[in-house]
């Protein structure tokens, strides 16, 4: 008796063939972000680098190694690890050196927040310094201007009084009669907000 051969059902063939088109799938639907083919073939030969350096040497490989093993660059090697790295939840917890608990949120700086308070303190500091300087006579205000460069740069005694028609030492003497009535006002201003 003679076997006939027939060809099999694509459906019947081995799973070796789809496996990698598999794992390609989960890779790039668990992953963050979207990687480019090359990219993935890339991180794919990082891995496999990895995983031989580990098992011949027995320990953890660095940057240097991975990339002479892979003939990738360094700075190719560590954005792909930078790429791999499990993306963390601002909501995670974590605890400081000093055991207090708190959500890796919390130890993020934010730096426009911070610009934002800065630029809001200079703002009614600058308020402040003009509603002082409305108690000054223009002559004062002037030099207090030039010499502390509030309306451009710094000038020194000597050119503030060029321009004024005076000599260096005699606009020190308005200056300092000038800072004598801001701190006598300051001072005022303090007083009145202090509790009782």
Do not use: N
């Not at 240097?64 to 090697?77: F, I, N, P």
């Not at 708190?102 to 310094?129: K, M, N, R, W």
Request: charged content about 30%.
């Amino acid at each position: 008796m003679r076997v006939r051969l027939y060809p099999l059902p694509s459906s019947a063939g081995s799973c070796e063939p789809r496996r990698p088109a598999m794992q390609q799938l989960v890779a790039e639907l668990t992953r963050p972000m979207v990687l480019s083919d090359r990219t993935l073939r890339q991180l794919a030969q990082l891995k496999r680098a990895h995983g031989e350096f580990v098992r011949r040497r027995g320990r953890e490989p660095t940057g240097g190694d991975l990339a002479v093993d892979t003939g990738l660059s360094r700075e190719q090697v560590r954005d792909l690890l930078a790429v791999e790295r499990l993306p963390q939840s601002l909501d995670d917890p974590v605890a400081s050196s000093d055991g207090e608990v708190g959500t890796f949120g919390e130890l993020l700086v934010d730096p426009l927040a911070s610009d934002a308070y800065e630029q809001l303190l200079d703002h009614s500091e600058i308020e402040q310094v003009r509603t002082l300087l409305g108690s000054l006579s223009e002559r004062e205000r002037m030099i207090l201007r030039s010499r502390y460069g509030l309306d451009g740069p710094e000038q020194s005694l000597r050119d503030v009084g060029e321009s004024l028609g005076l000599s260096g030492e005699r606009v020190r003497q308005i200056e300092e009669r000038a800072l004598g009535k801001l701190r006598a006002a300051t001072s005022r201003t303090i007083t009145e907000f202090a509790p009782d």
